[in-house]
């Protein structure tokens, strides 16, 4: 059975940063894509960044770009995203996700492409 754990979230100040960690189990996390989402109170799961299996391709979300960083460490079956500059819209719960592919294809940014999530970890950022 496929799992995983997300941690690191917390309560930071604007400006400030976080390291998301998603923790794999079950599977070859190696071998596939994985994403990182977010769900704002009130609003609808988005995608963020997502990184392919070797994690030599990574992808963001605009909102995002230049602030935030994925990576991953297939060593240690460990995927990380480091949230720097944090701003209040970047509060919600942050889900980790992996795919059935080791690389991009056409709708890697929408949930259907990703197969297993995580429960998600809270992001709040103060003003």
Not at 90 to 111: H, L, M, N, Q, W
Request: proline letters at 3%; charged letters at 15%; aromatic letters at 14%.
């Amino acid at each position: 059975q496929v799992q995983l754990v997300e941690s690191g979230g917390g309560l930071v100040q604007a400006g400030g940063s976080l390291r998301l960690s998603c923790a794999a189990s079950g599977r070859i996390f190696s071998n596939y894509v994985m994403g990182w989402f977010r769900q704002a109170p009130g609003k609808e799961r988005e995608f963020v960044a997502a990184i392919t299996a070797s994690g030599g391709i990574t992808a963001y979300a605009d909102s995002v770009k230049g602030r935030f960083t994925i990576s991953r460490d297939n060593a240690k079956n460990t995927g990380y995203l480091q949230l720097n500059s944090l701003k209040p819209e970047d509060t919600a719960v942050y889900y980790c996700a992996t795919a059935s592919r080791p690389y991009f294809i056409p709708g890697y940014k929408t949930e259907s492409f990703y197969a297993y999530w995580g429960q998600g970890t809270r992001v709040t950022v103060s003003s």
